[in-house]
Nanobody, 123 residues
Framework: VQLQASGGGLVQAGGSLRLSCAAS????????MGWFRQAPGKEREFVAT????????YYADSVRGRFTISRDGAKKTVYLQAVSLKPEDTAVYYC?????????????????WGQGTQVTVSS
């Protein structure tokens, strides 16, 4: 499967963005999906994950209550709605797909990665 992330940009603190990750190739429904982010000089960190069915979601403590992950099977797209953005949310955001998995917070559990989209939050 190939993943294409989009929707990043420059936003002021307190603002919102919706990131999208479009999948192409094999059946989208077999994949659990995740969002990760990487700030300059830091390791890639987990943001959110959603199961293949969309029933189960899980968030990093740093974004819980502000970010929402969702998926649209018909569009083969997973979304990350981010509100109340903070400067510390600034990073390149990556989407990832886990084949026949239930979702995970660990990057090594994912099989495919998108190219990333930059989110910059100004104070």
């Amino acid at each position: 499967v190939q993943l294409q992330a989009s929707g990043g940009g420059l936003v002021q603190a307190g603002g919102s963005l919706r990131l999208s990750c479009a999948a192409s190739g094999r059946a989208f429904s077999r994949y659990a999906m995740g969002w990760f982010r990487q700030a300059p000089g830091k390791e890639r960190e987990f943001v959110a994950t959603i199961s293949w069915s969309g029933v189960s979601t899980y968030y990093a403590d740093s974004v819980r209550g502000r970010f929402t992950i969702s998926r649209d099977g018909a569009k083969k797209t997973v979304y990350l709605q981010a509100v109340s953005l903070k400067p510390e949310d600034t990073a390149v955001y990556y989407c990832a797909a886990q084949d026949l998995g239930g979702g995970s917070r660990y990057p090594d559990d994912y099989d495919y990665w998108g190219q990333g989209t930059q989110v910059t939050v100004s104070s």
